[in-house]
């Protein structure tokens, strides 16, 4: 018995060490963290399983805080102050602003805090401020070659990312975790969030090595101006609205599906009848940004900067086409049916050019407190429904043009239902279709019936917005072809365009200009904005310019001219 208590007692010791070491009590103590504020809604990201790099570091920096501080009762938990203020912050930025915090972005704190309440600053103060000076006040400054030690591996990473940061981004794409391209959230939970701030600080040094040589500010504003006049002195005020349509496939397109009666809703059917055109997609499945960007600046996505173009965008002044038609005189408004952190869209839109953007309030919260929008009721189908989000922008635009009637508007939808995996609630919309024969893809035939809905609240939308605004020009285009179940392998097996070679990068597009549809060729989702630019200038805008339109020049612009058009756009947005 003697020596059974013996060897409990023995293995109690290093039992409890490990259980009572602070080493360990602030791994646990992270990791809780995280999960508390991913059940609030912030950004999570400290998965032990996972995040070794952010694990290494933040222990790192853990040990180095706690030989820098003099021994105390509190040296523990004082260590922690900053690491955790740090992680603090960057969650409270996600849920007050719905996005990632960039370290560039940090210039920003003196207008943050010039707009924050009384409240407020009590707050900082109490949990921020006084948790670290204390911090600073408990450092053993005699101990300054411990100090200058502990921060130089931590200044030879900084200096890797800033002096060599391509080798520094391959490096972590080789040995991190996913980074996912559409959300910088979901990537902050894969990898944490001292290890995301680095890598994006590395991706905007590579960009601006890149675009050196294109970047001449006093030049494009001076370019950008004229440029503006010009269209200002063509134009005759009239208002364009231009909607970009998450994975509106029309399943009519796929030559061997049978459908137990037809996809199209009569009155869809009875607007377009056969004047439907085609643009080609830069994407298929997926990252409905690189489709917008193509779409509101008029390059390719060439993915020099970045996986996703929008990542790379600080908000500097880039003048896509609503920034080109602000300076215009236009009044450019966009209204995103989803969540302000997907793909960086509050910087990617402020360099774009849009003076107003506006998301529903629930998901923007008090980012977005005057916001016209809210999402209905999505209960079954998680996404936003068309018609809600198209009725909402008619209200709105109905009020915009009755109050300021003689300035002219650039309305940009962008929607989200229809988004993978296809929900549909069958009690608010019954089951119309089944999808017949042997190739059987569930998402398909829950796409089609959305579809049916979908194209019945697009001509409800476009017949109420030519009865407020006949005189204007209305495209709606498809950002890009949904997944489905199997990929392109459904594409192919139904023979979606005929397999027409690259056929699941063509999606349809819709043009009514003053009142009446009109049917182009195959265009790229990148001209959409010549179509924006030779109808607000009364076709004066392509007619010298080669724009490649039926009754205009086919010679387009090849490939080094538009890749150059890119590297200075990006040029400014990454500033």
């Known amino acids: ?221 001076q370019e950008t101006q004229q440029h503006a006049d010009w269209i200002k002195s063509q134009g005759a005020n009239r208002n364009v609205h231009l909607v970009v349509m998450e994975s509106l496939m029309d399943p009519t397109l796929l030559r061997d599906a049978k459908f137990s009666s037809d996809p199209i809703h009569p009155s869809y059917h009875k607007l377009f009848g056969n004047k439907l055109g085609y643009s080609i997609s830069p994407v298929f499945g997926g990252n409905t940004s690189q489709a917008e960007f193509e ?8 993915e020099e900067l ?47 050019g849009f003076g107003e953007t506006y998301f529903p309030r629930e998901y923007a919260g008090s980012a977005e407190s005057n916001t016209y929008l809210s999402t209905g009721d999505t209960t079954g189908e998680k996404y936003m429904f068309d018609g809600t989000l198209f009725q909402e922008n008619l209200n709105f635009v109905a009020n915009i043009i009755e109050e300021r009637p003689s300035q002219p508007l650039f309305n940009y939808v962008l929607t989200i239902y229809g988004h993978m995996p296809h929900q549909i609630n069958k009690e608010k919309r019954p089951q119309v279709l089944t999808l017949l024969g042997p190739y059987q893809d569930p998402h398909l035939e829950r796409e089609a019936n959305q579809f049916f809905y979908r194209t019945q609240a697009i001509a409800e939308y476009v017949n109420n917005l030519m009865k407020i605004d006949k005189n204007s020009l209305i495209i709606l285009v498809s950002d890009h072809l949904p997944p489905l179940r199997y990929g392109p392998t459904t594409y192919q097996k139904l023979r979606y365009m005929d397999n027409r070679e690259h056929s699941y990068y063509y999606n349809r597009i819709m043009i009514i200009e003053n009142g009446k549809v009109k049917k182009l060729e195959t265009i790229h989702h990148y001209d959409v904005p010549k179509l924006v630019l030779n109808y607000v200038t009364q076709g004066k805008y392509c007619h010298g310019d080669n724009c490649g339109f039926p009754g205009q020049s086919t010679i387009k612009a090849d490939k080094v001219d538009l890749h150059n058009q890119y590297m200075n756009l990006m040029a400014h947005a990454t500033e």
């Open 295 to 302: 779409v509101l600046c008029g390059v390719p996505a060439f």
């Open 1 to 221: 018995m003697k020596q059974t208590k013996t060897f409990l007692r023995r293995l109690a010791s290093p039992l409890a060490f490990i259980l009572l070491n602070r080493y360990a009590i602030f791994l646990v103590s992270m990791l809780s963290y995280s999960m508390l504020m991913k059940n609030l809604g912030g950004l999570g990201g400290y998965a032990i399983l996972s995040e070794y790099f952010e694990i290494g570091l933040t222990v790192y920096l853990y040990f180095f805080f706690n030989s820098i501080l003099r021994p105390s009762r509190w040296q523990a938990l004082l260590a922690a102050v900053p690491i955790l203020l740090a992680y603090l912050g960057q969650d409270i930025y996600y849920l007050m602003y719905g996005k990632v915090l960039r370290i560039i972005e940090l210039n920003l704190i003196p207008e943050l805090l010039a707009v924050l309440t009384p409240v407020y600053f009590v707050l900082i103060i109490l949990f921020g401020l006084l948790p670290l000076l204390a911090f600073f006040y408990s450092i053993n400054y005699r101990n300054f070659s411990r100090i200058i030690l502990g921060i130089l591996p931590l200044m030879m990473l900084g200096s890797s990312v800033e002096i060599i940061p391509q080798t520094y981004a391959s490096t972590f794409e080789k040995v991190g975790n996913e980074i996912v391209l559409w959300s910088d959230s979901v990537s902050v939970e894969n990898n944490g969030h001292f290890t995301m701030l680095l890598y994006r600080e590395a991706e905007r040094k590579i960009a601006n090595l890149k675009t050196e040589i294109f970047r001449d500010r006093p030049k494009y504003d």
């Open 306 to 352: 970045a996986g996703v173009e929008f990542n790379a965008f600080t908000g500097s002044p880039a003048y896509c086409l609503p920034g080109l038609l602000g300076k215009a005189g236009y009044r450019s408004i966009a209204s995103n049916a989803y969540k302000p952190n997907f793909y960086n869209t509050i910087p990617a839109y402020k360099g774009i």
